[in-house]
Nanobody
Framework: QVPLVESGGGLVQAGGSLRLSCAASGFIFSINDMRWYRQAPGNERELVATITRGGRTNYADSAKGRFTISRDNAINTVYLQMNSLKPEDTAVYYC?????????WGQGTQVTVSS
């Protein structure tokens, strides 16, 4: 397991922006895919965005055109820039990283979008 520390969540009005960060600490030989998931109350956890080590990205339909995932391999950090936020984006957001040892999860950060 890789220790992950998330930050950047909060309360924002609809149409606003937030930037989430997730930093992996400790000795890490190589991180493969890095992902952001979210889980709203009563819903299953859903995949929001993925970025490969080489920078290829993939997004859920709900995130396309509004969210941007990026990573800095030098500091083992993944970001999620969220623009044009909607109330339905309200959820706990979790980062996930994959290494040779398997998947690790962040503690989650709450994002609340008011209408």
């Amino acid at each position: 397991q890789v220790p992950l520390v998330e930050s950047g969540g909060g309360l924002v009005q609809a149409g606003g922006s937030l930037r989430l960060s997730c930093a992996a600490s400790g000795f890490i030989f190589s991180i493969n895919d890095m992902r952001w998931y979210r889980q709203a109350p009563g819903n299953e956890r859903e995949l929001v965005a993925t970025i490969t080590r080489g920078g290829r990205t993939n997004y859920a339909d709900s995130a396309k055109g509004r969210f941007t995932i990026s990573r800095d391999n030098a500091i083992n950090t993944v970001y999620l820039q969220m623009n044009s936020l909607k109330p339905e984006d309200t959820a706990v957001y979790y980062c996930n990283v994959n290494t040779f040892a398997g998947d690790s999860w962040g503690q989650g950060t709450q994002v609340t979008v008011s209408s």
